[in-house]
């Protein structure tokens, strides 16, 4: 199983949010570049970039810091907030993501991530798939859209995605351990899917389950900011 480490930023600064709500946000460092090289020196290979401004703001905020660790770093970074339209999909791919994240413009406008999709390929796309009581959340997940989790994830398999970051926004930031019960339901109808978990791991033992339970990878946040988990341990599970 991979685990990917992830930085959030608002204002260009590494923080990270409690069940997705913006008043409950915690800075833990001003360069979010060294962080990333602080990763990459451990030895991770991948990294879970979210432009949390531009995630709320519905268009890519935080497009220079993406810049920057490109430019520093040779990690694999997936790249999520704010990417609305096919440009901003090219520029944040000419930028140095290797893939990108569509959560609330899959779930918004499916026309449009088909096309990128047929254009750029499956692979180059993961599809965010944030949920609450197993609804899809959208923009910077304060807004219902009302579609239910496993009629969005067949739609988007039948189009070639292989790739799924799920979240359970109840369990995220919360340190409470991850939603194990709903990526079982998950891979029990989609074997087939590379399924990320996103949210909830408060320590070492709750990546070895995940591991355990097969997921494809697991991203972790706020238990190594937190000093939960040590970067030694993100390599070594």
């Known amino acids: 199983m991979r685990v990917i480490p992830a930085i959030d930023i608002i204002g260009g600064k590494c923080v990270r949010l409690t069940k997705g709500d913006y008043k409950q946000v915690k800075q833990y460092a001003d360069n979010p570049v060294e962080v990333a090289q602080a990763f990459e020196a451990a030895g991770i290979r991948q990294l879970h970039l979210v432009d949390l401004d531009g995630a709320k703001a519905r268009h890519v905020v935080n497009f220079e810091t993406l810049q920057n660790i490109s430019k520093a770093t040779s990690l694999d970074v997936d790249f999520g907030g ?7 999909l090219e520029k944040v791919l000419k930028a140095g993501a290797k893939q990108v994240t569509a959560g609330s413009i899959a779930a918004n406008n499916r026309e449009e991530v088909a096309q990128w999709i047929a254009a750029y ?21 304060q807004e219902n859209s009302n579609i239910e989790l496993f009629e969005y994830l067949e739609y988007y398999q039948q189009l070639g995605i292989q790739y799924v970051v799920c979240t359970d926004i109840d369990k995220d930031g919360a340190l409470q351990g991850p939603s194990f019960q709903l990526y079982e339901k998950i891979q029990k109808r989609f074997p087939e899917l590379k399924l990320i978990a996103s949210g909830g791991v408060s320590g070492k033992e709750d990546l070895v389950n995940l591991k ?26």
């Open 121 to 141: 390929g499956a692979d180059k796309i993961i599809l965010g798939a944030d949920v609450l009581n197993e609804k899809v959340m959208v923009s910077g997940w």
């Open 212 to 237: 355990s339970q097969g997921l494809y990878g697991a991203i972790v946040g706020k238990a190594f900011y937190e000093g939960r988990l040590t970067l030694e341990d993100l390599t070594n599970i």
């Open 82 to 88: 704010g990417v609305k339209t096919r440009a901003d």
